[in-house]
T-cell receptor
Framework: GAVVSQHPSWVICKSGTSVKIECRSL??????MFWYRQFPKQSLMLMAT?????????EQGVEKDKFLINHASLTLSTLTVTSAHPEDSSFYIC??????????FGSGTQLSVL | QKEVEQNSGPLSVPEGAIASLNCTYS??????FFWYRQYSGKSPELIMF????GDKEDGRFTAQLNKASQYVSLLIRDSQPSDSATYLC?????????FGKGTKLTVNP
């Protein structure tokens, strides 16, 4: 299957700092990438959908100025959590689509904000 | 609000038994249905997908879809301890994948 690389796997940061998470499709071109957030024992919640070269589409309730998404190429999307606060601590997962039905997930990033 | 509902469990079955996982969804227009397995601290991995009413079998796994009842299930035959994980049902609605909260399965040796 297709491989999606996500890093870092985990990050600890101080409140008020910004954190960037990268998501790369290694062996295919991803027309669309999705960013999810998962709190403990909760489901994956879609945060935003990004298409290469265009602005991301954010889900209701997700602050676009806080969660900056850049989909610069067909193989790279980044999520920047700006001015992170403890409530932003969560497991962030990216996924990529080739345009067909299947989604391929990255390995996830555990963010802990102190 | 498009919703996907699953029993959170935990569901415990003995090794070798059949594990049955259920899921209902609210969007009658949904066309694609997926089952993912997620181990603790890891990202989901796709087990099966199904589009048409009826059963779809892949090894020890069988997905069942009933669009009239808006119901999809996953059967795991000959359950193994390594099957212990959280199983997420996902439904594709308008190009978005909506996940249920997952059912935690424990297979006891």
């Amino acid at each position: 299957g297709a491989v999606v690389s996500q890093h870092p796997s985990w990050v600890i940061c101080k409140s008020g700092t910004s954190v960037k998470i990268e998501c790369r499709s290694l062996d295919f071109q991803a027309t669309t990438m999705f960013w999810y957030r998962q709190f403990p024992k909760q489901s994956l919640m879609l945060m935003a959908t990004s298409n290469e070269g265009s602005k991301a589409t954010y889900e209701q309730g997700v602050e676009k100025d806080k969660f900056l998404i850049n989909h610069a190429s067909l193989t790279l999307s980044t999520l920047t959590v700006t001015s992170a606060h403890p409530e932003d601590s969560s497991f962030y997962i990216c996924s990529a689509s080739t345009g067909k039905e299947k989604l391929f997930f990255g390995s996830g990033t555990q963010l802990s904000v102190l | 609000q498009k919703e996907v509902e699953q029993n959170s469990g935990p569901l415990s079955v003995p090794e070798g038994a059949i594990a049955s996982l259920n899921c209902t969804y609210s969007d009658r227009g949904s066309q694609s249905f997926f089952w993912y397995r997620q181990y603790s601290g890891k990202s989901p991995e796709l087990i099966m997908f199904i589009y048409s009413n009826g059963d779809k079998e892949d090894g020890r796994f069988t997905a069942q879809l009933n669009k009239a009842s808006q119901y999809v299930s996953l059967l795991i035959r000959d359950s193994q301890p390594s099957d212990s994980a959280t199983y997420l049902c996902a439904v594709k609605s308008v190009e978005k994948l909506v996940f249920g909260k997952g059912t935690k399965l424990t297979v006891n040796p």
